[in-house]
């Protein structure tokens, strides 16, 4: 059974910086695309980040573009999202999905996989 789970998140003033994880286990990560999704108290969810099985292409939306970071580590069978600058819009919660296919920013496009998420609040 794929299981994702997510880590990470917090309370973070303006400005400062988080790294959420997303673990994988019963399955392994290295054939899948990972993207980063969050939803803000009634707002529709959004893709934040989306990498490849390979790492090679990655995709951001343009509101954290320059902020936010994909990475991935296969033998640690995780993928990470750094994000720095962080803005009060960016409180919400974050959830990562797995996608045995390219890379998409839009859930709809449906994913195999989603974790429970982890909520990042960016307040002073």
């Known amino acids: 059974q794929l299981q994702l789970v997510e880590s990470g998140g917090g309370l973070v003033q303006p400005g400062g910086s988080l790294r959420l994880s997303c673990a994988a286990s019963?399955?392994?990560?290295?054939?899948?695309?990972i993207g980063w999704f969050r939803q803000a108290p009634g707002k529709e969810r959004e893709g934040v980040s989306c990498i490849s099985s390979s790492g090679g292409r990655t995709k951001y939306a343009d509101s954290v573009k320059d902020r936010f970071t994909i990475s991935r580590d296969n033998a640690k069978n995780t993928v990470y999202l750094q994000m720095n600058s962080l803005k009060p819009e960016d409180t919400a919660i974050y959830y990562c999905a797995a996608r045995s296919r390219v890379c998409v920013l839009d859930h709809r496009d449906g994913m195999d996989s989603w974790g429970k998420g982890t909520l990042v609040n960016v307040s002073s």
């Open positions: 019963g399955f392994t990560l290295d054939y899948y695309a």
